[in-house]
């Protein structure tokens, strides 16, 4: 039918994976220093949402033999999709993670558009907006760029510096790219892996830096054949039947100044210090429920889509995923930083994540049962998503309102209950927990033990 366009095989692998209990949604939460005006909100996702990225007023319907197609809503209307919650004057930062955690067990609408933003009002300490997106219009990395491209500058008095969008990421594509025609399978991801590394670009940032991911022959096969027998993880709490209800919490906004003084004093980077105090709280959060502390993988995923280059207006998925083990088992902090940057460093040089974005595309060609079992198998193999969002280095604002912080986390695959997030803004990192109930009901918890054991590494510090 004329103006419907396929979906692509790996966008459709996370339409089908969705199921009640495990929805495929990116939430965000952005908090502000005072109140948004919602007329001017509406404004920029007009002009900087809707108008630039036609999936924001496309709908997903059936094609030939069910195969989903995109085409474009006959009746949308933006209101529809930025509800405004009011929250009594007394609500805090308990009240706003339970109204999260709520909404996060409610599917998207699929008669519309995928997305939807609720702009919270009255709450202690500013507004709060939501924004729900499913994940089959795009990776995590890529709705981060186009929501912060949402924002603008702060200017030293505080107020926002122009109505463009900020340079969050270099925006520049070279000429060169826009010509590449896009070939259609995973050797697409390796070629533009290759070049991107090439020329120098930082291809991954959730949470491994640049490195060489892409290696030839046996080393491949090698990798490949290691996550195929990679053993499931043990059991534990973190682990087992999901549920529709789900919950969140996320830290106060963390100096990042203290996360680079331990590893400038210990010998690890940013990443490095941040996973091991993710480690460390699993453990301590292990311990307080007589779980054995065994290692436990982390599902960490890894952009595929150089960042030098702007998100295309199609936007689309363009990631793979690693298995990091994290070591559970160590007790002492310091010797559990340098095993966390040994597995990080081992990672950094592994093809994984190239080879599991082969897999996700293929498996957006299956049935939807058979992709279920895949990935359900998959998800045996790892106890929690792990990632780590950069965001702008200076303050934006947002509508005319300055952002305060902000936290983000990506679905977790494969009946994973549990996902960590780490977003870095302005000079601060936030930690953010994601969980089923069922398996982990007090997130709270974890965000204290992370806390906790970020203190216990700089008590080490000389």
């Not at 300490?125 to 949402?150: E, N, T, Y």
């Not at 095993?339 to 897999?359: D, N």
């Not at 305060?404 to 994973?416: I, R």
Request: aromatic residues 4%.
């Amino acid at each position: 039918m004329a103006g419907r366009e396929r979906m692509a095989s790996m966008d459709a692998a996370w339409l089908q994976m969705e199921e009640p209990a495990n929805l495929m949604m990116i939430t965000a939460v952005l908090w502000f220093d005072g109140a948004v005006d919602r007329e001017r909100l509406l404004t920029v996702l007009r002009e900087r949402l809707v108008e630039r990225y036609p999936r924001f007023r496309q709908r997903v319907v059936p094609g030939p033999l069910g195969a989903p197609h995109w085409e474009d809503a006959p009746d949308f209307h933006l209101e529809e999709h930025l509800s405004t919650l009011r929250v009594p004057a007394s609500t805090g930062l308990a009240g706003l993670e339970a109204l999260v955690g709520d909404w996060m067990g409610v599917p998207l609408e699929r008669s519309r558009p995928l997305w939807h933003f609720h702009l919270v009002q009255g709450a202690r300490r500013g507004d709060v907006l939501l924004a729900r997106l499913h994940h089959c219009m795009a990776d995590g990395i890529a709705l981060a760029r186009v929501l912060l491209s949402l924002t603008d500058p702060v200017d030293a008095a505080g107020g926002p510096e122009s109505t463009e969008a900020p340079e969050v990421w270099s925006e520049g594509a070279p000429a060169e790219a826009a010509r590449q025609p896009q070939a259609p399978n995973w050797m697409r991801l390796a070629r533009g892996a290759r070049a991107a590394l090439r020329k120098g670009a930082e291809l991954v940032r959730e949470p491994i830096l640049a490195g060489d991911l892409v290696r030839e022959g046996a080393k491949g096969a090698a990798a490949l054949g290691k996550l195929l027998v990679l053993p499931p993880d043990p059991r534990s709490p973190l682990r087992g039947p999901l549920g529709t209800r789900k919950r969140a919490a996320w830290s106060e906004p963390i100096a990042l100044e203290r996360v680079k003084a331990v590893g400038r004093a210990l010998g690890g980077t940013v990443n490095d210090v941040l996973l091991t105090a993710v480690t460390g709280a699993l453990r301590r959060y292990l311990a307080t429920r007589d779980a054995p502390l065994e290692d436990v993988h982390a599902l960490v995923p890894v952009n595929l889509r150089p960042l030098d280059a702007p998100v295309p207006r199609e936007l689309g998925n363009r990631f793979g995923v690693v298995f990091l083990r994290l070591p559970v088992h160590l007790a002492e902090p310091r010797r559990r930083l340098r095993e966390v940057a040994k597995r990080m460093e081992h990672l950094k040089r592994s093809p994984e994540a190239v080879l599991t974005s082969g897999m996700l595309e293929l498996l957006g060609h299956t049935p939807a049962a058979l992709e279920r079992a895949v990935v359900d198998v998959m998800g045996t193999k790892a106890s929690l998503v792990a990632t780590n969002v950069p965001g702008p280095r200076q303050p934006v604002a947002l509508a005319g309102t300055r952002l305060e912080g902000l936290t983000f986390w990506v679905p977790q695959a494969g009946h994973v209950g549990l996902g960590v997030s780490l977003f870095s803004y302005a000079g601060q990192v936030t930690v953010g927990v994601a969980s089923d109930a069922s398996r982990v009901p007090d997130p709270g918890a974890l965000v204290s033990a992370f806390q906790e054991e970020l203190a216990a590494l700089e008590t080490t510090v000389p």
